[in-house]
Structure formats: structure tokens, C-alpha cells
């Protein structure tokens, strides 16, 4: 399987900006891990991370166009929370889409817990830290398993 992991707005600052909630690891950090989760399945997996929205959906119709990937990870980060933008190039798009979170944003503030993404994503999944994004792997490997 090929993956594409889409990293939206100030996730380059993981593991320096709030590190109470996002964790000490760096998003390098984060990314080699998934790397190698990767590897012990052989799959293959890219990383993307842009602080501009249009990026992010410039990304996910390329990714369509030159139908590159079986999955794709997106934590959009803050973007999440009301980009219909993102919402319609996942939309647009024949690739299944999980949305991630590290953290658990329905723990948090009121804002977090409304996502305009989730309704055309495949699955959603927060909480688990760096985990969030093996168990997003985990749920597209078993969805793709199964569409075969
Ligand atoms: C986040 C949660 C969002 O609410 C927040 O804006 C982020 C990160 C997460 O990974 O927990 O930037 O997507």
C-alpha cells in the first residue's frame, strides 16, 4: 500500500508548542515512527506538511490526479474546525481520507469538538498521541483489505 500523511497548520511546531497537550516529540519524530511502522508492514508513506490551507487541498487533488496513494492520513490541524475548503477537495477526491488528532479534541475546548471534515473522511481518530496516526494506518489497511 502507498500512504500520504497530510500535516495541516502549526503541526511543524509539534514537540515545541504545547508540549502538555501535543507531547515533546517533534513531527520528524512523529514521522519516523510512522515510517517504520511502515516498514515492517511494506508499505510505503510520504509526508506532507503546509501551514496554508489551499496547500492542503492543492495536495489532496494532486494526490488524485496522479493517483499516487491507497490512503491518506490528514490532521488538519486547526483547519479542521471550519475549512469547508478542505472539506470539499476531500469531497472531490476518490482516495479515502482519516482524519486525525493527537490530541482528544472532544476533551477540550467547545470549538474543537465540531469538525467539518469528519462527515467525508472514512474515519476519525484522536486521542492517542503519535498513536493517532498508527491507528489511522491500522483502519485504512483493514478498509483497504476488505475492498480488495
Ligand atoms: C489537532 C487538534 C486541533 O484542534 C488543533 O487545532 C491542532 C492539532 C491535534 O492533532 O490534536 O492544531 O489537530
Known sequence: MKFLIINGVNLNLTGKRETSVYGTNTLEEINAYIRAYCEVGEDSV??????IEGEICNKLHEA?????????LLNAGAYTHYSYAIRDAISAIDI??????????????EFRKTSVLSEVCVGTVCGFGAGSYIAGLVGLCEMLAKNE
Do not use: C
Not at 64 to 72: A, P, S
Open 64 to 72: 488524485f490526479l496522479e493517483k499516487k496513494y491507497d490512503g491518506i
Open 46 to 51: 510520504e509526508f506532507y506538511q503546509t501551514n
Open 96 to 109: 479515502p481520507v482519516v482524519e486525525v488528532h493527537m490530541s482528544n479534541v472532544h476533551a477540550r475546548e
